[in-house]
């Protein structure tokens, strides 16, 4: 942990030791700067580098990615839940808990039985445990807006056994997205500023003259307020995020569920990047100019073909806007514009059929 004051940002001088089995994952880009298949680096290799930070480096030197790779545990434990098309657009996913697979011995048995299976990518990660004092707040939309329908106690959600089980499995139920209560946090964490895309963040606020962003589903992530004048962030409310004292008057921290969070106040921008909820609802109630986001869920290909009060400006990179490109960490820019009712409402019968 950082001391207070000062930015806390990931490095590789963490002496976290590689697990007996573990195994690293890289991604490198094909000969026309694609993202390809992604690929197994076996516990017998990178088991010399004793840390996963030392085995970050090194692989990512010896294969010369221009991703990081990730280290990952081969054990499968009873918080475990499988993430079936992981890679694509929220309504398209499925989540099974541990008791849908917990026959295989390892991760890597179970994501390939289960690939097979569904015909998808799978990703086996480890679920946020519910806590005893956990309640959900089931929320329904209608014409006048969203009110709170049903309070599901901790007894009723017990049989999720983790809070992402719990959200695929109510909002299948209830088709909404629940809301938690998020009293006591399940742990304390650092805010986190990301060197890799602090640059872009800066270039669009001088460019385009952004002096404040939201940026809802930020998780620990408090990168926008390394850069904005003023950034409100928006978690569901699972951990306790710390703040460095210095940032701390330039931005706001408030917990909820963004589908049915009224921001208030107009922000020149909202950021979705890695964000999990349903970007249409979330749209909504954002006001503002500007969204910038990646695509590591589609949401990019959703607003560009479904909401046309959005334009397409750009793709961010260092130190300009380009129209396209093929890098996983890409950030789209768009940008709200003015069109007619009618245009308006054809667009909003498109999305219901």
């Given at each position: 942990?950082?001391?207070?004051?000062?930015?806390?940002?990931?490095?590789?001088?963490?002496?976290?030791?590689?697990?007996?089995?573990?195994?690293?994952?890289?991604?490198?880009?094909?000969?026309?700067?694609?993202?390809?298949?992604?690929?197994?680096?076996?516990?017998?290799?990178?088991?010399?580098?004793?840390?996963?930070?030392?085995?970050?480096?090194?692989?990512?030197?010896?294969?010369?990615?221009?991703?990081?790779?990730?280290?990952?545990?081969?054990?499968?434990?009873?918080?475990?839940?499988?993430?079936?098309?992981?890679?694509?657009?929220?309504?398209?996913?499925?989540?099974?808990?541990?008791?849908?697979?917990?026959?295989?011995?390892?991760?890597?048995?179970?994501?390939k039985k289960l690939s097979e299976?569904?015909?998808?990518?799978?990703?086996?990660?480890?679920?946020?445990?519910?806590?005893?004092?956990?309640?959900?707040?089931?929320v329904k939309f209608g014409k006048?807006?969203?009110?709170?329908?049903?309070?599901?106690?901790?007894?009723?959600?017990?049989?999720?056994?983790?809070?992402?089980?719990?959200?695929?499995?109510?909002?299948?139920?209830?088709?909404?997205?629940?809301?938690?209560?998020?009293?006591?946090?399940?742990?304390?964490?650092?805010?986190?500023?990301?060197?890799?895309?602090?640059?872009?963040?800066?270039?669009?606020?001088?460019?385009?003259?952004?002096?404040?962003?939201?940026?809802?589903?930020?998780?620990?992530?408090?990168?926008?307020?390394?850069?904005?004048?003023?950034?409100?962030?928006?978690?569901?409310?699972?951990?306790?995020?710390?703040?460095?004292?210095?940032?701390?008057?330039?931005?706001?921290?408030?917990?909820?569920?963004?589908?049915?969070?009224?921001?208030?106040?107009?922000?020149?921008?909202?950021?979705?990047?890695?964000?999990?909820?349903?970007?249409?609802?979330?749209?909504?109630?954002?006001?503002?100019?500007?969204?910038?986001?990646?695509?590591?869920?589609?949401?990019?290909?959703?607003?560009?073909?479904?909401?046309?009060?959005?334009?397409?400006?750009?793709?961010?990179?260092?130190?300009?806007?380009?129209?396209?490109?093929?890098?996983?960490?890409?950030?789209?820019?768009?940008?709200?514009?003015?069109?007619?009712?009618?245009?308006?409402?054809?667009?909003?019968?498109?999305?219901?059929?």
């Amino acid at each position: 942990m950082a001391e207070e004051g000062t930015f806390f940002i990931i490095n590789l001088d963490e002496k976290e030791e590689i697990e007996e089995g573990s195994y690293a994952i890289i991604t490198k880009l094909d000969e026309v700067g694609e993202v390809g298949e992604e690929r197994i680096i076996p516990y017998e290799e990178i088991k010399q580098y004793k840390t996963k930070a030392r085995a970050i480096q090194e692989l990512k030197k010896k294969y010369k990615l221009y991703f990081s790779p990730t280290i990952q545990s081969n054990k499968i434990g009873e918080n475990s839940i499988a993430n079936i098309g992981y890679n694509t657009y929220h309504n398209k996913r499925i989540i099974l808990p541990y008791d849908s697979f917990k026959k295989y011995k390892t991760r890597l048995e179970a994501e390939k039985k289960l690939s097979e299976k569904f015909k998808k990518n799978v990703q086996i990660t480890e679920g946020t445990p519910l806590l005893q004092d956990t309640e959900a707040y089931i929320v329904k939309f209608g014409k006048k807006g969203f009110k709170y329908s049903k309070v599901l106690k901790y007894k009723d959600l017990k049989k999720y056994r983790t809070l992402d089980y719990a959200v695929y499995a109510l909002r299948k139920k209830y088709n909404s997205t629940p809301e938690f209560n998020s009293k006591i946090p399940t742990r304390e964490l650092q805010g986190e500023i990301h060197k890799s895309y602090i640059n872009k963040l800066k270039y669009i606020k001088k460019r385009f003259g952004i002096k404040n962003a939201y940026y809802p589903g930020c998780g620990i992530d408090i990168t926008p307020a390394a850069v904005f004048d003023e950034t409100l962030l928006l978690d569901i409310g699972h951990t306790q995020l710390i703040i460095p004292s210095d940032l701390k008057k330039k931005c706001k921290l408030v917990y909820g569920n963004a589908e049915v969070y009224e921001v208030g106040k107009n922000y020149d921008l909202m950021i979705f990047r890695r964000f999990q909820g349903r970007v249409e609802y979330t749209i909504d109630r954002f006001k503002g100019k500007y969204i910038l986001t990646d695509n590591d869920f589609n949401h990019a290909f959703y607003i560009r073909d479904y909401r046309k009060e959005f334009k397409f400006v750009g793709i961010v990179e260092e130190d300009r806007m380009v129209k396209e490109t093929t890098l996983h960490e890409s950030l789209y820019l768009f940008e709200r514009v003015d069109f007619n009712f009618i245009e308006m409402v054809v667009n909003a019968i498109k999305k219901l059929i």
